[in-house]
């Protein structure tokens, strides 16, 4: 998908995407308080939804609300046949939308069902100032590209100034047919709103500045949606550096299920800006890892990282792996290699999480100089069989560690254990396994991660024959597991370690940059 040419945006912006908060309120008196708001944050508009006030005199309210305002206004009065509040005469409904015209609204939205009713009621007038979005929404689905670009031309030839229309994402690769006719519409200076809705369609509203929407909506607090996947503000100014994204802007992102607990964004997003690299860094809700990369192949897409449940899947879907990668059996890297495009896959998992335990067992985080490792001959058991304790597993063997692997289904951890030239355990058999005092013990499942903070994989009473104890969940940053360990005297180890390492690893790899590790490790201080 190519990317559009955006005319000149004014100074400090890359781009000329608008940001909307939407607004709703019981109250004109909230509206304005919420109003007040958004032109601090910075915003470009305020939609204001009537639907969602509890007693509404359409001229007095409207009136007092255009006389505060302090922003331009898109006023919305959305009908619950089309998923919004209002369940009254219809009417009525668009009689407020006209005085919002004569009033001065600087936009109204109107559904194209009702669209050319409501043209007809206002033929013959103008209406100066205010620009009238038609819009339609699918609460269940994204059509086809031909069927988007159809419903473009159905919404423009009711003489609509701009094109709004909202689909839902019943699968990430959703999105890109909305970009194509994003960018179709831009080319031939259409205004379009294209939004796809739900968790898998957040990327619809963040490079919608890339591909060149007309706006994107952000919420004033986290939650408080008009539609869902609504991104706050603050995610979309200052986690995705919206103002700054602009067509060259490249894409990065976390494939995964689930991915909204990550802290990559913040991370790399921060990395991204302070050496001024101009790429975003976006999570990305992935069902079918496959499809996903065979859908977003062109090269605005560059790079991203890989968690559950896709690492080993990745492998086979890499034109090259890293060798390392290969030997392990997991990517939790891709690059989309400039010269052809071919898609590269890494491993750096492993690094994290070694480096992390070597540095836990000599008592610093600042390495040592000694070239044998204190993994060396130690016992080490590996939780998990998955993609992280693959990594985990095989960089504990490399190290010279005797390598266990317990895992809820056996056969996969026999599986493992048997590539790697170590053992295997079912997990219900580890509070017994006490082979020598001093072992090791890695966690690499997603057993204690939010929200099942309550789980721990092992009791808190097997955990005396340990010497360290590691985790490489780190959403909660201190799990069931570490506090347990700590308890019971045993030096432990974060998940933040082993996630802070391969994120080193990630970044230099997106960027052919050296990773600014005391800045990483200045961002995540606070999680």
């Known amino acids: 998908m190519d990317s559009p040419n955006i005319t000149a945006p004014s100074v400090g912006r890359k781009n000329v995407t608008l940001i909307c908060v939407p607004v709703i309120a019981e109250s004109v008196e909230k509206m304005k308080i919420d109003m007040h708001k958004a032109k601090a944050e910075g915003v470009d508009l305020v939609e204001l939804r009537l639907d969602s006030l509890n007693t509404f005199n359409p001229f007095q309210d409207i009136n007092i609300l255009i006389r505060h305002r302090l922003l331009p206004l898109l006023f919305t009065y959305r009908p619950k046949w089309e998923g919004g509040m209002y369940d009254g005469d219809e009417n009525k409904r668009l009689d407020a939308l006209r005085i919002a015209m004569e009033l001065g609204a600087d936009y109204i939205d109107v559904e194209l069902k009702v669209a050319p009713q409501f043209y007809d009621s206002i033929r013959g007038k103008t209406y100066n100032q205010t620009r009238v979005i038609v819009s339609s929404h699918n609460f269940e689905l994204t059509p086809s590209t031909e069927d988007l670009g159809n419903l473009v031309a159905r919404i423009q030839a009711t003489g609509a100034?701009?094109?709004?229309?909202?689909?839902?994402?019943?699968d990430i690769a959703d999105v890109a047919r909305m970009f194509q006719i994003t960018v179709h519409s831009q080319v031939r200076n259409v205004p379009l709103i294209g939004i796809v809705m739900g968790d898998r369609g957040l990327i619809s509203r963040v490079l919608c500045a890339k591909f060149g929407g007309y706006l994107t909506f952000g919420t004033l607090e986290s939650g408080v949606v008009s539609a869902p996947g609504q991104p706050s503000l603050k995610d979309l100014l200052h986690l995705?550096?919206?103002?700054?994204?602009?067509?060259?802007?490249?894409v990065y992102g976390l494939?995964?299920?689930?991915?909204?607990?990550?802290?990559?964004?913040?991370?790399?997003?921060?990395a991204f800006k302070s050496v001024g690299f101009n790429g975003v860094y976006i999570i990305l809700l992935v069902d079918d890892i496959a499809n996903f990369l065979r859908t977003y192949s062109s090269t605005d897409f560059m790079g991203f990282s890989v968690t559950l449940p896709h690492k080993e899947t990745a492998v086979k879907l890499c034109d090259e792996v890293d060798p390392v990668a290969?030997?392990?059996?997991?990517?939790?890297?891709?690059i989309r290699r400039p010269t052809d495009g071919k898609l590269i896959g890494y491993n750096t998992d492993y690094v994290g999480a070694?480096?992390?335990i070597e540095d836990g067992l000599r008592g610093n985080h600042n390495g040592s100089s000694t070239t044998v490792s204190p993994l060396a001959g130690k016992l080490f058991v590996v939780i998990g069989a998955g993609g992280a304790g693959k990594a985990v597993a095989y960089g504990a063997k490399e190290k010279g560690a005797r390598v266990v692997i317990a895992n809820r289904t056996y056969d996969r951890a026999r599986e493992?254990?048997?590539?790697?030239?170590?053992?295997a355990l079912p997990l219900a058999d580890l509070d017994n396994f006490h082979s020598e005092?001093?072992?090791i013990l890695a966690n690499t499942s997603s057993i204690g991660?939010?929200?099942k903070v309550d789980e721990t994989p092992i009791s808190k009473h097997a955990l005396k024959h340990y010497s360290i104890v590691f985790d490489a969940v780190y959403t909660p940053k201190m799990t069931r597991l570490l506090k347990e360990a700590e308890e019971a005297g045993v030096t432990i180890v974060t998940g933040f370690e082993m996630f802070i390492g391969q994120a080193y690893g990630q970044f230099e790899n997106f960027t052919g940059l050296p990773a600014p590790k005391k800045l990483f490790r200045q961002i995540m201080k606070d999680y």
């Open 416 to 423: 493992l254990a048997d590539a790697i030239g170590g053992e």
């Open 449 to 451: 991660m939010i929200p």
């Open 240 to 250: 995705y550096n919206f103002r700054a994204l602009a067509p060259d802007t490249k």
């Open 354 to 356: 070694i480096s992390a």
């Open 161 to 170: 100034d701009i094109v709004k229309i909202a689909t839902t994402a019943v």
């Open 326 to 334: 290969k030997s392990i059996g997991a990517v939790n890297c891709i």
């Open 437 to 439: 005092d001093g072992m």
């Open 255 to 270: 494939i995964g299920k689930p991915v909204s607990q990550s802290k990559s964004p913040t991370l790399l997003n921060e």
